[in-house]
């Protein structure tokens, strides 16, 4: 899902009202707990006023007649001092963290714009919890060994554990032979890599009967 | 960055070859990716987590220079960037969890407490880490697994090809794993092949103080990574053909050479010997088609560049009067001596010690004479001195575990143009 700042790239906010009104809503939905009782939840245009004369946010330079004109660089500093100040820095520490810093900058702060490395660190994620499972549910003499797989494919499980996002199915290739799938699993895309996926199984399963003997 | 790609060259002993005789020669491609901009902000950003061995044989000076290595990786990250801490011993502790590197104070507090203690939970550990990196994973940044060991993988998952694997499996899904290992005792068949499958770099620490060294190299090849995911494919002409490749890289299931991670600025030395068909005086013959294949650092889709190879053929007295081109000796020289050292490696693992000991003395005698005209240049000084030292740390078995590891270590190095 994407983080709700990102909507407001490119996105101009004519005075402090307007741009107050913008990170409220933000924040709502990023839903920030404070416990301190003497720091805002929800910046109000005072607290940014602060937070500019304070060096915290950037002063806007552009003009609309005698309102100040802020942009998606001001709101996602407005939103990194929100999420410092709910991580108990100090002023001083997140005048460090924040002044200065690119768009680029503060979104990596905020965890902004990974949307495609969140899917591939998903799928790291979970073939990591897969091995953290099998090395559990095989320790000690009395297990059997865990099945052996060709590189790259992650283990499959004979029922899916609850607690895991991607679910497997069990396709038989022949009687005796079944392939694992997993729910996001995408095969090769080219003649080559289906031809070397097929030479793999073929070594996998070779290698089994010459293990079995 | 802006879009450029590496410089490829190609050289011979001679810049033209002998006409009229069929012969073996030897080519080195260097492949030179271009400098980086001096700035910071063309540098990608690092999403690290240190796997730290906090076990009991890390005691005393190498938990210091560990802990001291590891904040210096706090010391150089900026803000950006992302950095977690695994200790482990046959416990696994996570000192904190991926975060952007703003309060470094406080992360190298938390490593300056780790202290001694325990057995390996290597495998453990290593699953821990890439579970940090991975739940913020970036997409055009570098995400990597850097385990710190002195020991052997004695709890938990401990098979060499299991780990292997997997951590070959990690790097498909866009986490790389680079290893430490340091001193004697730590099982080198494992660490070097988790690095190499793993997609990252292993490296050796003989002495504790090294540590912090060898964190210099590792991020500053990060740091300067300019492309990665590279491949090359070399196509003979008509009448050529590829005897060797000695660099011995990997074939990806596409039938191409697997390289290592391309570096801004540092070149990648390869060297392919052909055996090449007479060719009458005068002839100008295109003798080798080159396609490097890689995806530049700050890009998501791959690009190609093309090269060939064309040379002139002249009578032999013409050819040697031409310039010499010294780095094609010593490069062929420095991987064949890579070869050598596995072979002394697999004939100290047979008990073979004479055997070893001939190699390496043999290997040395090549290499004086093959640079001799460069004997005084400092690789070829190293290189002596290397050959010189496992020579003579062959004559004492006490030292047969630390002389295994230079071997391994050393030839892996020269293998991957490091």
């Known amino acids: 899902m994407a983080h709700p700042a990102e909507r407001h790239r490119g996105r101009k906010y004519v005075g402090l009202p307007e741009f107050a009104q913008a990170g409220e809503q933000i924040l709502a939905e990023m839903d920030f707990e404070q416990e301190r009782g003497t720091v805002t939840n929800l910046p109000d245009e005072r607290t940014i006023r602060y937070y500019i004369a304070e060096g915290l946010i950037q002063a806007p330079g552009e003009k609309q007649g005698t309102a100040s004109v802020f942009g998606y660089q001001h709101l996602l500093q407005l939103i990194a ?17 924040v002044n200065g810093k690119t768009e680029r900058e503060l979104e990596s702060l905020l965890g902004i714009g990974a949307s495609s490395a969140k899917r591939g660190g998903s799928e790291a994620k979970q073939y990591l919890e897969s091995l953290l499972t099998q090395s559990k549910r095989f320790d000690g003499p009395s297990s059997p060994p865990p099945p052996m797989f060709a590189a790259g494919a992650a283990p499959s499980q004979a029922q899916a554990d609850d607690t895991m996002a991607a679910s497997w199915q069990r396709v038989e290739i022949e009687p005796g032979l079944e392939l694992h799938i997993r729910s996001d699993y995408t095969g090769p895309t080219t003649t080559a890599k289906t031809r070397s996926l097929a030479d793999r199984i073929r070594t996998t399963i070779n290698k089994f009967w010459k293990e079995k003997g | 960055m802006t879009q450029q790609h590496p410089k490829i060259e190609f050289f011979t002993t001679y810049p033209k070859l002998e006409a009229d005789r069929e012969q073996i020669v030897d080519v080195l491609i260097r492949i030179t990716p271009p400098e980086l901009a001096p700035s910071e902000k063309s540098r990608p950003d690092l999403n690290i987590s240190l796997v730290l061995d906090r076990s009991g044989s890390m005691e005393g000076e190498k938990m210091v220079r560990a802990r001291n290595a590891a904040m210096y990786c706090v010391d150089q990250m900026l803000v950006t960037d992302r950095l977690s801490v695994v200790a482990f ?14 309060n470094k104070a406080g992360m190298k507090d938390l490593i300056r407490r780790v202290t001694a203690r325990g057995s390996t939970a290597l495998h453990e550990a290593w699953v821990r880490g890439g579970l940090t ?57 494992l660490l070097m092949p988790m690095a190499h499958s793993g997609g990252g770099n292993a490296w050796h620490v003989v002495e504790p103080h090294d540590i912090e060294e060898i964190f210099k190299f590792e991020l500053q090849g990060l740091i300067s990574r300019f492309g990665h995911t590279v491949s090359l494919a070399l196509v003979p002409a008509d009448g050529v053909r590829i005897v060797d490749l000695l660099n011995d890289f990997e074939l990806t299931e596409t039938g191409r050479f697997r390289l290592p991670d391309l570096q801004s600025g540092g070149p990648l030395d390869i060297v392919v010997q052909l055996k090449v068909g007479a060719q009458a005086v ?52 420095f991987l064949m001596n890579a070869r050598a050292r596995n072979e002394a490696m697999k004939r100290m693992d047979l008990g073979e010690y004479g055997a070893a000991k001939d190699l390496i003395a043999g290997t040395l005698r090549e290499t004086i004479a093959a640079c001799a005209p460069m004997m005084s240049t400092p690789s070829v000084m190293q290189e002596a001195a290397a050959l010189e030292d496992a020579l003579e740390s062959l004559k004492d078995r006490a030292k047969d575990k630390l002389n295994r590891k230079k071997l391994a270590y050393a030839a892996y190095r020269h293998r991957s143009g490091k």
């Open chain 1, 81 to 97: 001092i929100k999420k410092l100040q709910a991580e108990h820095l100090p002023i001083r520490k997140i005048r460090e963290l």
């Open chain 2, 89 to 102: 011993d046959d416990h696994i502790d996570v000192l904190f969890p991926s975060e952007p590197v703003g």
């Open chain 2, 133 to 189: 990196v991975s739940e913020h994973l970036l997409d055009q940044g570098i995400n990597r697994v850097i385990l710190i060991t002195d020991g052997l993988a004695n709890v938990g998952v401990t098979s060499t090809d299991e780990i292997v694997s997997q951590a070959m499996g990690l790097f498909q899904r866009g986490v790389s794993t680079s290893t430490v290992g340091i001193g004697a005792n730590f099982n080198e068949d």
């Open chain 2, 282 to 333: 005068g002839t100008t013959m295109r003798l080798l088609d080159l396609r490097l294949g890689f995806t530049p650092q700050d890009l998501k889709n791959a690009e190609v560049v093309r090269e060939h190879q064309i040379v002139e053929f002249a009578p032999n007295y013409e050819v040697e009067r031409l310039s010499k081109n010294n780095e094609v000796a010593k490069a062929t020289q």
